[in-house]
């Protein structure tokens, strides 16, 4: 008698986490992180579009952009005067040597000179306008976000872009070539310092050397390239603490990522307008003199 017996066996199923779902799953991830960024730089260029447009339209009330100009410019005189101070220092420490062994000690002004005042000079200016000055706004505007400060304003009948943000930006943008020129005056008082009376070059060729190969152009470079540095970081801190997340976690990141986020855009701005202005330099001045 035979004796019919079913099989419970199952249809074999397809193999997972090959090749392709790997593929597929790096495809969707770098499409997230893409779609990601298209929406971030639209709500970027939407805050700058407002921001632009309360800025030719109606400017913030006296009382609204002198505490800012304050906070922003006075209180980070100190930090980059001394910076600016050091750098300097540190530059003729570390070039000394090099050119003592190609017997250019007397151009050693020179080349201080020019880096602090076409690079150094902005960029530490820069710097700590966004570590000081970017952070806190960001932070600060973060925590209006969360406890719904900013949302009272919108009650209030007051456009939070005009009220908060505007004198933020004039502040960062006005006042950052005050602290480029801070900055570059006490870097080359720090350098001229330690070259003339602490390693013994002459006073006259390290001043002379100067004289001729940094002019009025180079001072301009940095002043020029400062106020789109004062801008970014404006606009970059303002927008990370509108779009702060909730929390305390979410304002620490916001404060975060504005520093951050500055600091490459700074040097990106930096790299793309010293090649721009090395370009119109030269093309004015073709026979512009060279240190060797």
Same mark, same amino acid.
């Given at each position: ?79 980059? #005067?001394?910076? &600016?101070?050091? @750098?300097? /220092?540190? !530059? *003729? ?10 017997? +250019?000690? #007397?151009?050693? &002004?020179?080349? @201080?000179? /020019?880096? !602090? *005042? ?10 700590? +306008?966004?570590?000081?000055? &970017? ?5 600060? !505007? ?151």
């Amino acid at each position: 008698m035979e004796v019919n017996q079913t099989s419970n066996t199952r249809s074999p199923t397809p193999p997972t986490g090959g090749p392709l779902d790997a593929a597929a799953n790096l495809i969707a991830d770098l499409g997230g992180v893409l779609i990601d960024w298209v929406v971030g730089l639209g709500k970027m260029a939407d805050f700058i579009m407002r921001l632009a447009g309360w800025l030719f339209g109606r400017l913030p009330r006296r009382e609204t952009i002198i505490p800012n100009f304050y906070q922003i410019g006075v209180m980070s005189l100190p930090v980059v #005067a001394l910076t &600016g101070t050091f @750098i300097g /220092m540190v !530059l *003729v420490v570390q070039s000394y040597v090099q050119f003592r062994n190609m017997h +250019l000690e #007397a151009k050693l &002004g020179a080349v @201080i000179n /020019m880096s !602090l *005042v076409r690079e150094l000079g902005p960029v530490l200016a820069a710097t700590m +306008l966004a570590g000081r000055v &970017g952070s806190a706004m960001a932070a600060e !505007l973060g925590t209006m976000r969360v406890t719904e400060q900013i949302d009272a304003l919108v009650s209030m009948g007051a456009n939070p872009i005009h009220y908060l943000v505007v004198p933020r930006f004039l502040g960062c943008l006005l006042l950052i070539p005050a602290l480029t020129l801070m900055a570059d005056f006490m870097g080359v008082i720090g350098a001229l310092f330690y070259a003339v009376y602490l390693l013994g070059i002459d006073f006259h060729h390290y001043l002379e050397n100067s004289r001729h190969f940094v002019g009025s152009f180079d001072l301009f470079v940095g002043v020029f390239k400062s106020l789109f540095f004062g801008g970014a970081i404006a606009i970059i801190a303002c927008y990370r603490g509108f779009n702060c997340e909730p929390g305390a976690e979410g304002v620490g990141r916001a404060a975060t990522a504005a520093f951050v986020s500055s600091f490459v855009m700074i040097l990106l701005l930096d790299l793309l307008l010293g090649i721009a202005l090395d370009g119109v330099y030269y093309a004015i001045w073709p026979e512009a003199p060279k240190l060797f």
